[in-house]
């Protein structure tokens, strides 16, 4: 995911005083901190309000008050992972492009190692609590080449960093670099499919299926997003459309989650639209002072909090949900679960951040 020193872009300075070193000092953009802290809090929000619609089955029938809580918070949540790689393009493609190769290797590794970490971490508290579907090393096998129950939520993983190795070597190749190693993972990458499959075919065993790579929607977000998180203040005037618009787009995927299909693709343009009003509503919004310093240390800790949180909506909240709740009883109940999450997700990546383990759990 995208670090601090990634969220900084060029601030020339001027005067008697300044030096080159001076003049390249960078200017931290916290509207992309606060992206950050708002998408890894609505993910959470779906999450939550996933354990209420699975109590009914999907099925109003078995609880409305549950089965509507749960389906309000997922509707809300759908722009979350399409920002994600909004902010991923800006991030490669204008706000810190690669210097080298080994400038994106290294990139690369701060994302696949907390990917494979906690990967391990939900795998062997799944076995100890005997909720691992099928034999733990199978689990862990087929984990190299996508994710597996209980660590559900890393899926967009597998597709979040083939997207930032392909615009960082369109980049690195852009400025006259020739970087053979990335060129050679994205291959890998767009081979594996097959190789898999001759593989089983040749063996007669069952192989997995590798969901390494992107759709056309990852992309597009991507660089879309490179481009509205680029423009200048000022550039959006009337905002009020935008207002309109974004619960229009949500209440559009709450009907599309509970009258068509649950859950709605990302490829959608409820989705496309409210990604769109997301992002230019919070894109150059300024934060005030006083709220900088703690903005930035939450979104720093928001990639391990989104990391971490489906043990605490397994452990605390899925017991506490029940299919037999009146509507303002699930909306409570859905709440409070919710914020207690958000709070032991944060406040657990916070710990680990002052250890110094962030670069080993996000």
């Not at 003049?23 to 890894?40: F, G, I, Q």
């Not at 994302?111 to 990967?119: A, I, R």
């Not at 068509?260 to 009003?277: D, G, K, Q, S």
Request: glycine share 8%; with cysteine; charged share 15%.
């Amino acid at each position: 995911m995208i670090d601090d020193t990634v969220l900084q872009l060029p601030r020339q300075k001027s005067g008697a005083g300044s030096s080159p070193a001076r003049s390249a000092a960078r200017e931290h953009r916290y509207d992309v901190d606060l992206l950050r802290l708002v998408c890894s809090a609505t993910i959470m929000a779906g999450h939550v309000g996933a354990l209420f619609i699975h109590a009914t089955g999907n099925d109003p029938a078995n609880g409305s008050g549950s089965y509507w809580a749960g389906h309000v918070a997922e509707a809300v949540n759908p722009f979350a992972v399409p920002v994600y790689f909004a902010i991923a393009g800006w991030a490669v493609l204008v706000g810190a492009p690669p210097r080298d190769g080994a400038h994106m290797r290294r990139r690369l590794v701060r994302n696949l190692v907390p990917l494979f970490m906690w990967t391990g971490v939900h795998l062997v508290w799944a076995w100890l609590r005997d909720r691992n579907e099928r034999p733990m090393t199978e689990l862990a096998a087929d984990s190299l080449f996508g994710s597996v129950r209980p660590a559900y939520h890393l899926w967009f993983m597998y597709s979040y960093i083939p997207v930032i190795a392909l615009l960082a070597f369109v980049v690195l190749l852009r400025a006259g670099r020739r970087p053979w190693g990335l060129g050679a993972a994205l291959l890998a990458v767009a081979v594996a499919p097959s190789v898999l499959d001759t593989a089983g075919e040749l063996t007669g065993r069952e192989m997995p299926s590798s969901t390494w790579g992107f759709g056309f929607y990852a992309l597009a977000y991507a660089v879309g997003g490179a481009l509205l998180l680029s423009l200048p203040a000022g550039t959006v005037r009337v905002r009020w459309p935008l207002y309109v618009l974004l619960p229009l787009s949500m209440a559009g995927a709450l009907w599309y989650n509970t009258q068509v299909h649950y859950v709605m693709p990302n490829a959608h343009l409820f989705v496309a639209v409210m990604w769109v009003c997301v992002l230019l509503l919070a894109a150059r919004v300024r934060v005030p002072e006083r709220w900088r310093p703690a903005l930035r240390k939450l979104a720093g800790a928001a990639l391990g909090a989104y990391l971490v949180h489906v043990l605490f909506v397994e452990e605390i909240a899925a017991p506490l949900v029940s299919p037999d709740l009146s509507g303002p009883a699930a909306a409570l109940l859905l709440a409070v679960l919710l914020v207690t999450v958000m709070t032991l997700s944060f406040a657990a990546s916070l710990l680990w951040g002052r250890l110094n383990l962030r670069r080993l759990l996000g």
